[in-house]
T-cell receptor, first 114, second 115 residues
Framework: NAGVTQTPKFRILKIGQSMTLQCTQDMNHNYMYWYRQDPGMGLKLIYYSVGAGITDKGEVPNGYNVSRSTTEDFPLRLELAAPSQTSVYFC?????????????FGQGTRLTVV | DQQVKQNSPSLSVQEGRISILNCDYTNSMFDYFLWYKKYPAEGPTFLISISSIKDKNEDGRFTVFLNKSAKHLSLHIVPSQPGDSAVYFCAASADRSGATNKLIFGTGTLLAVQP
């Protein structure tokens, strides 16, 4: 059971470039999330999804886009990379809140924009 | 607007002693609270949780206490072990309808357990 898998683990982008951070989970979780972690700032929610075809903005959505075409996959797209997007990105998944279960996280993607 | 606050960025404790990590929140709608542990270069892993209908939850060496009137929760680790050295994040969720499950995280506390 792989859990939540993120690719790539590391990436360096030039300003203005675009890329997609991949996230897939094999636990059949309805909910999936993208967080970013900046030094000393905790984890900030970028986007989340409660099921295939449904996405919504979190606390810091600007500069990002997401899609949820399947239950398993939740890619995060950066269209015009900026230095402010240098961060560690975490994808997570969970069952609905009403089941009071925790979110499972991937290993993270460390992104540097130069 | 930091809805979940961990005011101590770091904590150092001797092995075998108690570690107490604190967390405050501002949103009275939060009804589910979790603690996550994070090692360097890894994703956060779930440690323990508590529903707002309880004031204490215990799992082995880990106990979480919730004081709703003070909007405060704490994580107690007894006895502390060197392997407990990590960053601990407090998280909270506010949803009574089951439609969403947004977890709001604090800034984390780096725990160092000295041998």
């Amino acid at each position: 059971n792989a859990g939540v898998t993120q690719t790539p683990k590391f990436r360096i982008l030039k300003i203005g470039q675009s890329m997609t951070l991949q996230c897939t989970q094999d636990m059949n979780h309805n909910y999936m999330y993208w967080y970013r972690q900046d030094p000393g700032m905790g984890l900030k929610l970028i986007y989340y999804s409660v099921g295939a075809g449904i996405t919504d903005k979190g606390e810091v959505p600007n500069g990002y886009n997401v899609s949820r075409s399947t239950t398993e996959d939740f890619p995060l797209r950066l269209e015009l990379a900026a230095p402010s997007q240098t961060s560690v990105y975490f994808c997570a998944s969970s069952y609905p809140h009403t089941q009071n279960t925790e979110a499972f996280f991937g290993q993270g993607t460390r992104l540097t924009v130069v | 607007d930091q809805q979940v606050k961990q005011n101590s960025p770091s904590l150092s404790v001797q092995e075998g002693r108690i570690s107490i990590l604190n967390c405050d929140y501002t949103n009275s709608m939060f009804d589910y609270f979790l603690w996550y542990k994070k090692y360097p270069a890894e994703g956060p892993t779930f440690l323990i949780s508590i529903s707002s209908i309880k004031d204490k939850n215990e799992d082995g060496r880990f106990t979480v206490f919730l004081n709703k009137s003070a909007k405060h929760l704490s994580l107690h680790i007894v006895p502390s072990q060197p392997g407990d050295s990590a960053v601990y994040f407090c998280a909270a969720s506010a949803d009574r309808s089951g439609a969403t499950n947004k977890l709001i995280f604090g800034t984390g506390t780096l725990l160092a357990v000295q041998p």
